[in-house]
Structures are given as C-alpha cells and as structure tokens.
C-alpha cells in the first residue's frame, strides 16, 4: 500500500471515529441535558429551603449550606404587612479568570450571581408558598468550580402539608458548553423522613412531568416513572440517589434514566437503544 493510500484510510477512519462520536453525543444529549437541569433545580430548592427554614425571620436559626461569604439582603422583614417576606441571596460576582470561578458552598458546590426568594408565609405554617425568581440580569452560576454554568428561571413552590409540596418550574435556562438547555416541569414533593434538625438530613422522593428543548435544539418530554429520592446530608446531595426517568425527544428517541442504588454519588446511566453509559452531573 503507498503513502497516498495510507493517508488517505488513515483520514476515513478518522472522520468515520468522529462521525460515530458525534452520533452517540447527541443520541444521549435530551437525557443528559433533563438529567442535568433536573439536578440543578433540585440544588436551588435545597440552598433556599435550607435558609428559609432556618433563619429567625423566616423559620429556625443557623443555615447549613451558606458559606460565609454570601450575603442575604431582606427587602421585607415581616409578614405582618400581609405580603410576605422577600430576601435576596448573593453569592458575589463570577471569577472569569481564577482557577476556581464562584464561591465554594458547604454541599461542595460553586455558586456566584443572586436569586431572589419570596415566602407568603413562615416555613412552618401550611399553607406557605415560596417563589424563586433568577433572571439573566442575576447571572446566577453554578457548578464545580472550573466549570461554571449560567442558569435562569421560576421555582414556585406550595407547601401543601407538613410532608407534600407541589412544584412548578417555568422559563428555566441552563447554559451549557454546546448550546442552551429550556426547561418546565411540574413536580410532586413527598417528605419521607423528617430528621428533626430543620432540614439537615430529611429526604424526600418526587414524581412528575417535564418538557424541554437539549442543548441541540432537540425538544422533549420527561416523565419519573419510579420516585426520585433525594437524601439531604451534605455529603449526598449532588443528586438523586434512586429512581428512574423516561425521556422522549422529537426525534423518536426514548432514553431511561437510572439515578442508581441509593449510592450517595453524582453518577446517572443513560440507556438508549440498548446501549447505556455513565454521565457525572457537575
């Protein structure tokens, strides 16, 4: 075989590799784009329902995931003007630059930017509606420290009884390295175990349907089809530790999503068409 014959195989196994991987991305790109957002706004639920139930004005006393270096700024400090408490958490610009690029948290994760938090009621009290608000102007990230992703949305959450919450997200955002992630979805909150600390270690499983478009402009439709459980203990919080999801694209595809064997890892196994592969979720 001559040299032109060698180079140019050499170029056809090249671009038939690359052609492959380039496939099997975006034959897993819808589920692992839910898998990552429904993630996310599980984190954002935790931080807010961390501090609204612990902070004097709003519930208990003494957060456990805040760093010390976030600020919460209350734009109204009281409940007896019949609208509500409103407060503000900041967790400072974004570090372009730095090797680590937010402000490290006490779950292990990076935050930078601000949400905005509103409580009709205490924490305690049933009923007790809790809206999260985060626009691009927040420039909210989140992430692991090198990577960091801008997120944006609408987390309005019901507390229905001392163990159910309803929830709706809408408009959610997540920018990721090859496009933007759109998100909705409609949960149901079900407290299974009540550790008795405020919210340190309570756990919880959720059902529900979602709708999006992946990062490829792929819509698709989510629906848990055994209860996601969340255990909130810091070293376990990443993501869900049990449940599954099935994911439906535009294209046809159905993928399942396993979020494992109540391991406290950040691990998830995509399955699709047979073939199933392991994604960490930042």
């Known amino acids: 075989m001559n040299k032109i014959h060698i180079l ?22 819808s589920a692992e784009d839910n898998a990552q957002i429904e993630t996310e706004y599980s984190h954002i639920y935790d931080v ?15 957060d456990y995931i805040l760093p010390s270096g976030a600020v919460v700024t209350f734009t109204d400090t009281t409940f007896n003007d019949g609208d509500g408490v409103d407060f503000m958490i900041d967790y400072g610009s974004l570090n372009h630059t730095g090797s680590t690029k937010g402000l490290l948290c006490k779950d292990g994760r990076y935050r930078a930017g601000k949400i905005h938090v509103g409580l009709s009621a205490r924490w305690s009290d ?5 809206t999260i608000a985060i626009s691009s102007a927040d420039e909210y990230y989140s992430g692991n420290g090198s990577k960091m992703y801008m997120i944006t949305g609408t987390k309005v959450v019901e507390r ?18 090859n496009g933007m992630v759109s998100w909705s979805a409609n949960r149901e909150v079900t407290l299974t175990h009540d550790a008795g600390l405020g919210w340190l270690n309570d ?18 439709t989510g629906q848990i089809i055994t209860p996601l459980v969340k255990k909130l203990s810091l ?25 494992g064997d109540l391991s406290c890892d950040n691990t998830v196994t995509i399955t699709y068409n047979g073939k199933s ?3 960490t979720l930042w």
């Open 235 to 259: 070293d376990c919080m990443r993501t869900f530790i049990a449940g599954e999801v099935t994911v439906t694209n535009s294209n046809g595809k159905v993928f399942s999503i396993n979020y």
């Open 8 to 29: 140019l195989l050499i170029a056809a196994t090249t671009f038939l590799l690359s052609s492959c991987k380039k496939e099997v991305d975006e034959n897993f790109q």
């Open 203 to 220: 756990e919880y499983t959720v059902t529900g349907s979602a709708s999006g478009t992946d990062a490829n402009g792929v819509e698709f």
């Open 48 to 62: 807010v329902a961390d501090y609204a139930s612990t902070d004097s004005r709003t519930g208990k006393t003494d």
């Open 126 to 130: 049933i009923p007790c509606t809790i």
């Open 277 to 279: 592969r392991d994604i």
């Open 160 to 177: 229905t009884s001392d163990t159910t919450f309803t929830i709706t997200i809408t408009d959610a955002t997540l920018q990721r390295d």
